[in-house]
Protein backbone atom coordinates (compact mmCIF):
# COMPACT_ATOMS: atom_id res chain seq x y z
CA UNK A 1 0.00 0.00 0.00
CA UNK A 2 1.20 3.52 -0.63
CA UNK A 3 1.78 5.44 2.33
CA UNK A 4 1.98 9.14 2.72
CA UNK A 5 3.07 10.46 6.23
CA UNK A 6 2.82 13.86 7.52
CA UNK A 7 4.82 14.45 10.46
CA UNK A 8 2.50 15.57 12.23
CA UNK A 9 -1.48 15.56 13.27
CA UNK A 10 -1.61 18.37 15.26
CA UNK A 11 0.41 21.67 15.61
CA UNK A 12 -0.21 25.12 17.44
CA UNK A 13 2.10 27.70 16.29
CA UNK A 14 2.33 31.50 17.11
CA UNK A 15 1.84 34.63 14.40
CA UNK A 16 4.97 35.49 12.98
CA UNK A 17 6.93 32.01 13.23
CA UNK A 18 8.26 29.92 10.88
CA UNK A 19 6.36 26.95 10.50
CA UNK A 20 7.44 23.56 8.70
CA UNK A 21 5.61 20.79 7.34
CA UNK A 22 6.71 17.98 6.89
CA UNK A 23 5.57 15.22 4.41
CA UNK A 24 7.17 11.72 3.26
CA UNK A 25 6.16 9.32 1.38
CA UNK A 26 7.19 5.46 0.49
CA UNK A 27 6.32 5.13 -3.27
CA UNK A 28 9.10 6.58 -5.04
CA UNK A 29 6.56 8.85 -6.83
CA UNK A 30 7.72 11.49 -8.83
CA UNK A 31 4.56 14.23 -8.14
CA UNK A 32 4.03 15.38 -5.10
CA UNK A 33 1.50 18.28 -3.43
CA UNK A 34 0.15 20.67 -0.62
CA UNK A 35 -3.19 21.42 -0.06
CA UNK A 36 -5.50 23.43 2.41
CA UNK A 37 -8.69 22.46 3.35
CA UNK A 38 -11.24 25.17 4.38
CA UNK A 39 -15.18 24.73 5.10
CA UNK A 40 -17.47 24.93 2.11
CA UNK A 41 -13.92 25.49 0.02
CA UNK A 42 -13.08 22.00 -0.40
CA UNK A 43 -9.15 21.29 -1.20
CA UNK A 44 -7.40 23.96 -2.63
CA UNK A 45 -4.01 23.53 -4.37
CA UNK A 46 -0.71 25.48 -2.76
CA UNK A 47 1.89 24.34 -4.83
CA UNK A 48 3.03 20.92 -6.20
CA UNK A 49 6.50 19.08 -7.19
CA UNK A 50 6.66 17.25 -10.42
CA UNK A 51 9.87 16.00 -9.24
CA UNK A 52 12.98 16.74 -6.90
CA UNK A 53 14.02 20.05 -6.83
CA UNK A 54 10.90 21.13 -8.98
CA UNK A 55 8.29 23.33 -7.64
CA UNK A 56 5.24 25.09 -9.34
CA UNK A 57 2.77 27.23 -7.74
CA UNK A 58 -0.76 26.04 -7.20
CA UNK A 59 -3.90 28.58 -6.79
CA UNK A 60 -3.26 30.01 -3.54
CA UNK A 61 1.24 29.94 -3.25
CA UNK A 62 1.03 33.22 -1.27
CA UNK A 63 2.29 33.29 2.22
CA UNK A 64 3.65 29.49 1.72
CA UNK A 65 6.93 28.03 0.21
CA UNK A 66 8.27 24.14 -0.39
CA UNK A 67 11.01 22.62 -0.89
CA UNK A 68 11.70 19.10 -2.26
CA UNK A 69 15.60 18.31 -1.86
CA UNK A 70 14.66 14.42 -1.96
CA UNK A 71 12.35 12.63 -4.05
CA UNK A 72 10.23 11.21 -1.03
CA UNK A 73 9.40 13.98 1.07
CA UNK A 74 8.03 17.28 0.20
CA UNK A 75 8.50 20.53 2.84
CA UNK A 76 5.40 23.25 2.54
CA UNK A 77 6.78 26.57 4.67
CA UNK A 78 4.85 29.02 6.33
CA UNK A 79 7.62 31.81 6.68
CA UNK A 80 5.72 33.96 9.34
CA UNK A 81 2.75 32.41 10.39
CA UNK A 82 -0.79 34.33 10.37
CA UNK A 83 -4.33 33.42 11.69
CA UNK A 84 -5.34 33.32 8.30
CA UNK A 85 -3.66 30.07 7.54
CA UNK A 86 -4.90 28.26 10.34
CA UNK A 87 -6.44 25.01 8.61
CA UNK A 88 -5.74 21.42 7.89
CA UNK A 89 -3.11 20.94 5.48
CA UNK A 90 -2.70 17.32 2.85
CA UNK A 91 -0.01 16.35 1.46
CA UNK A 92 -0.51 14.05 -1.53
CA UNK A 93 1.60 12.10 -4.25
CA UNK A 94 1.07 10.82 -7.42
CA UNK A 95 2.96 8.94 -10.49
CA UNK A 96 4.40 10.81 -12.67
CA UNK A 97 2.27 10.74 -15.85
CA UNK A 98 -0.62 8.05 -17.18
CA UNK A 99 -4.25 8.54 -17.85
CA UNK A 100 -6.14 9.70 -14.49
CA UNK A 101 -3.47 8.88 -11.97
CA UNK A 102 -4.37 9.26 -8.47
CA UNK A 103 -3.21 10.91 -5.91
CA UNK A 104 -2.61 9.38 -2.38
CA UNK A 105 -3.36 11.79 0.39
CA UNK A 106 -1.49 12.24 3.87
CA UNK A 107 -3.94 11.87 7.11
CA UNK A 108 -3.69 15.67 7.16
CA UNK A 109 -1.76 17.89 9.74
CA UNK A 110 -4.25 20.30 11.71
CA UNK A 111 -2.16 23.98 12.02
CA UNK A 112 -3.91 26.44 14.42
CA UNK A 113 -1.92 30.15 14.46
CA UNK A 114 -2.71 32.21 17.42
CA UNK B 1 -11.25 28.15 -15.76
CA UNK B 2 -12.25 24.68 -14.40
CA UNK B 3 -15.08 24.13 -11.07
CA UNK B 4 -16.74 21.85 -9.47
CA UNK B 5 -19.66 21.85 -8.00
CA UNK B 6 -21.61 19.77 -5.18
CA UNK B 7 -25.06 21.33 -4.82
CA UNK B 8 -25.93 19.71 -1.56
CA UNK B 9 -23.47 20.70 1.73
CA UNK B 10 -25.45 17.67 3.81
CA UNK B 11 -27.23 14.65 2.66
CA UNK B 12 -29.15 12.48 5.37
CA UNK B 13 -30.19 8.67 4.40
CA UNK B 14 -31.88 6.22 6.39
CA UNK B 15 -29.60 2.92 6.40
CA UNK B 16 -30.89 0.55 3.66
CA UNK B 17 -32.20 3.38 1.24
CA UNK B 18 -30.11 4.67 -1.72
CA UNK B 19 -27.56 7.38 -1.28
CA UNK B 20 -26.58 9.79 -4.05
CA UNK B 21 -24.21 12.65 -3.83
CA UNK B 22 -24.02 15.26 -6.91
CA UNK B 23 -21.27 16.75 -8.87
CA UNK B 24 -21.43 18.81 -11.98
CA UNK B 25 -18.07 20.10 -13.64
CA UNK B 26 -17.02 23.06 -15.60
CA UNK B 27 -14.18 22.32 -17.38
CA UNK B 28 -12.94 22.40 -21.54
CA UNK B 29 -12.42 18.92 -23.07
CA UNK B 30 -13.15 15.21 -21.79
CA UNK B 31 -11.66 15.66 -18.44
CA UNK B 32 -11.01 12.91 -15.91
CA UNK B 33 -13.76 12.35 -12.94
CA UNK B 34 -12.77 11.29 -9.61
CA UNK B 35 -14.38 10.82 -6.31
CA UNK B 36 -12.67 10.55 -2.61
CA UNK B 37 -14.07 10.06 0.59
CA UNK B 38 -12.76 11.50 4.09
CA UNK B 39 -13.40 10.24 7.26
CA UNK B 40 -13.44 11.99 10.40
CA UNK B 41 -9.58 12.85 11.14
CA UNK B 42 -8.13 11.63 8.24
CA UNK B 43 -7.22 12.05 4.75
CA UNK B 44 -8.63 11.30 1.91
CA UNK B 45 -9.43 8.24 0.31
CA UNK B 46 -9.82 7.23 -3.34
CA UNK B 47 -13.13 5.72 -4.21
CA UNK B 48 -13.28 5.53 -8.23
CA UNK B 49 -12.49 7.79 -11.41
CA UNK B 50 -13.68 7.95 -14.94
CA UNK B 51 -10.86 7.70 -17.67
CA UNK B 52 -13.02 7.14 -20.61
CA UNK B 53 -15.29 3.95 -21.87
CA UNK B 54 -18.48 2.93 -19.82
CA UNK B 55 -20.42 5.83 -18.29
CA UNK B 56 -20.95 3.95 -15.14
CA UNK B 57 -17.92 3.13 -12.95
CA UNK B 58 -17.90 1.09 -9.91
CA UNK B 59 -15.29 2.01 -7.71
CA UNK B 60 -14.88 0.40 -3.77
CA UNK B 61 -17.06 0.04 -1.05
CA UNK B 62 -19.97 -0.76 -3.36
CA UNK B 63 -19.80 2.78 -4.93
CA UNK B 64 -20.76 3.61 -8.39
CA UNK B 65 -20.80 7.03 -9.98
CA UNK B 66 -22.58 7.80 -13.74
CA UNK B 67 -20.43 10.09 -16.06
CA UNK B 68 -23.21 11.94 -18.36
CA UNK B 69 -21.58 14.14 -20.98
CA UNK B 70 -24.16 16.24 -22.02
CA UNK B 71 -25.20 17.33 -18.18
CA UNK B 72 -21.67 17.91 -17.31
CA UNK B 73 -22.51 15.61 -13.92
CA UNK B 74 -21.15 13.06 -12.32
CA UNK B 75 -22.84 11.85 -9.40
CA UNK B 76 -22.07 9.31 -6.82
CA UNK B 77 -24.79 6.66 -5.54
CA UNK B 78 -24.81 3.63 -3.37
CA UNK B 79 -27.65 1.33 -3.88
CA UNK B 80 -27.81 0.57 -0.23
CA UNK B 81 -26.31 3.22 2.30
CA UNK B 82 -24.33 1.35 5.22
CA UNK B 83 -24.00 3.91 8.91
CA UNK B 84 -19.92 3.17 8.23
CA UNK B 85 -20.55 5.52 4.92
CA UNK B 86 -21.55 8.70 7.09
CA UNK B 87 -18.11 11.02 6.10
CA UNK B 88 -17.26 13.92 3.46
CA UNK B 89 -16.99 13.34 -0.01
CA UNK B 90 -15.61 15.42 -2.60
CA UNK B 91 -15.87 15.46 -6.08
CA UNK B 92 -12.76 16.50 -8.25
CA UNK B 93 -12.18 16.92 -12.27
CA UNK B 94 -9.12 16.81 -13.99
CA UNK B 95 -8.92 18.33 -17.51
CA UNK B 96 -6.80 16.47 -20.13
CA UNK B 97 -4.97 19.21 -21.03
CA UNK B 98 -2.91 19.89 -17.60
CA UNK B 99 -1.64 16.98 -15.54
CA UNK B 100 -1.35 18.22 -12.24
CA UNK B 101 -4.32 20.32 -11.88
CA UNK B 102 -6.99 18.33 -9.85
CA UNK B 103 -9.82 20.85 -8.85
CA UNK B 104 -12.26 19.81 -5.58
CA UNK B 105 -15.83 20.38 -5.06
CA UNK B 106 -16.68 21.84 -1.79
CA UNK B 107 -17.48 18.50 -0.74
CA UNK B 108 -20.81 17.20 1.03
CA UNK B 109 -21.49 15.44 4.27
CA UNK B 110 -23.34 12.29 4.17
CA UNK B 111 -25.04 10.80 7.40
CA UNK B 112 -26.65 7.63 7.68
CA UNK B 113 -28.70 6.90 10.29
CA UNK B 114 -29.26 3.80 11.89
Known amino acids: DVKVTQSSRYLVKRTGEKVFLECVQDMDHENMFWYRQDPGLGLRLIYFSYDVKMKEKGDIPEGYSVSREKKERFSLILESASTNQTSMYLCASRVQGGSGNIQYFGAGTRLSVL | ?114
Open chain 2, 1 to 114: AQSVAQPEDQVNVAEGNPLTVKCTYSVSGNPYLFWYVQYPNRGLQFLLKYITGDNLVKGSYGFEAEFNKSQTSFHLKKPSALVSDSALYFCAVRPRSNDYKLSFGAGTTVTVRA
